[in-house]
């Protein structure tokens, strides 16, 4: 069963929004609230019943289109609709192996924090292989700028398909002649556009100001400034610091004590421990006031008045930016931030990225286009991905060979899309992978180890996979056939109501007749054991099963003043608190279940009643799976929970065509619906494997989180 989170949280800050949009208090007001909503990224996806069971290639649609984008050629998935996917901050996918629907519904009320963050659940078939393995396979319909695909030769020089040198982004910025330094620093729209820290710009109180006020010249002074951070209470902040000069000399290497309490060391990236910081005793704004009496009035480096920005200087398309450690590596030659070494040298960055500038400057925008970056970049995915058949380096013709090499890089999978767009994802877990290109380090992990190591790291990546285990005794057989067991028994008492007494002659047919009109009848049965006669009837959804205990106890039916109840049995204790916990469920917000409806209305019948309810989305006309033929209910979805609670005044005791109809919010989702229907009529087939025949597919449990 897959969950699709389409609250988003954690999405980027909507764009224009300031101070005068929250009112005192820190409460945002009314049409803040509503303006943000319509701009930050949700997902949207109306699936019920048969149809909420979606392909593993509609999956890959979704993520492809959450982590690319329409800048990068993926589409809009086919089946639901991501709003603002420019302001997701990222994408985590959870995947629990050996997890059923069977399992979400025998633990369905343990999970409410799952069920209150996962707005939309769908239900996956059995995959063909394993998941990872199907994501990372060949992409055919991904063109992203920044892969192999499209790339030929043209004499001694590799450039882009249909692209001449003149289209280079770098040559588009910056011309083709030479220029000096002050033609690269960044101007006051790039600062801002950047969202560097100017003076007396809002959001900039505790910054201290450098003393550089001279005009800048082409000979002025070039310093190369890094930093690396820790999490800390406020956010993220300086925990060391490195400033070199045009020479590559170190003038400043320094380890910065946070203001506030660190929550996340950040070792692998920063390089600082805890054992590491004990003695330290300087904080930033003695880091401030050395940097201020180092620095010449008219200095050129990162974070100041006057600012070369590496990332920025390398233009690339679509605002896109190149990886340090990729342009110290294809410009020039340097390996830098090494996996073997715990985490990343200020000094080394600074030096790499002030040499960077430097080249640059001396090389002019021609040689450095005719670099051809984004090929060099796609070859390098590609060799992170596919068996190594050489080191890159960074000569074009060496590149041209590898190309020439791997003739398949024309379809580059989901993961090299990424990777090509330099964003390097993330997986943890203990599954291990054939061919999807992620090298598996630590199979024995446990999942409290895995679940540490993503709270650390996801918030660090734009694309994660997470993968956990059950425990084997949540797997094995035994235990499985106990669930199903004890599930099925749980679903029979809550679709099954008991109605009486009822007269000694009482007369059946008018009894199921008004029961009728709750919902369709699964079966109904005479019990002659009481003193007096009862009814037990089993409905087809919970709904009816509700509707029948709300609307029926204590009315007068069949010439008699009947009780109307489900059973009493361990089973069905906890039920009104199920009852409730499913009606409140978010992926039940906005529905209505409708009861009452003749069999010979149509789809398109219902469409045009229906069609005056404001704001309405969805009609889902239950049919039999077997028969073909449809029920006597129906559920709406409405865009507004208020639009969904004033359809549900009004149709009660709306007449259609003679009939009266009956509504309540909903209580099943889609695939529970479908599920119990698998249930029902797998108890009327002969031997015990029916249901778990149903459910074997069900293997892996696939969460997605949109960030």
Known sequence: MAGLSGGVNGCKRPAGEDAEGLRAGGKRSRAGRREAKEKSSHLCAALLGEDCEISPEQLHELLQYAALGKHHNAAQPSWCHIYHQSRLAGVVVIVLHEMSQLHFYKFYLQFKHLRKVFQHRFTLPPPSANFLASLCGEGSSLNPQGTAQGLISTGAECIPKSSGLQCDPIIRKYGKEKRGLTSYTLTSEELKKNDYPMRDSPGCKGYMYTECDLQRTDSSPLFGLDCEMCLTARGNEVVRVSLVDAEGQCLLNELVKP????????????????????????????????LKKILPHDAVLMIHPSVIDTSLLFARNEGRRFKLKFLAKAVLGKEIQCEQRLGHDPAEDARAALELAQFFIKKGPVKVAELNLEML???ERQTEVLPKKSVMQPQRCGVQKQLNDTPHLSKPCFLACLQGMGQKPLLLGRQE???????QSDLSASNKQILQRALEDVPLSTFSIIQFSLDPEYVASHRLAGFCEKVRNKLTDMLTIYAGPFEEDFCLKSVKKEFGKCGPIHSLTVVSETYQPYVCIQYGVLEAAQLAVESLNGAEVAGSCIKVQRPITAATLDCDVLIKELELDIENEGVIYVAGIKKSLTETDLQEEFSPLKDLETLFLPKDLQSGKHSTCCFLKFQKSQSAADALEAINGWAVKGSTLRSRHALASGHLWRWIWQMNHS??????NSLSEKMAPLSDSVSLRLC
Not at 262 to 284: A, D, E
């Open 377 to 379: 970049l796609a070859a």
């Open 683 to 688: 108890s009327e087939k002969q031997g015990g």
């Open 259 to 290: 203001e506030s309490v660190i929550v996340n060391y950040c070792t692998r990236y920063s390089g600082v421990t805890r054992k590491m910081l004990l003695p330290v005793k300087t904080r930033l704004p003695d880091i401030q006031t050395r």
């Open 433 to 439: 992978l054939d061919s999807s290109g992620f090298c």
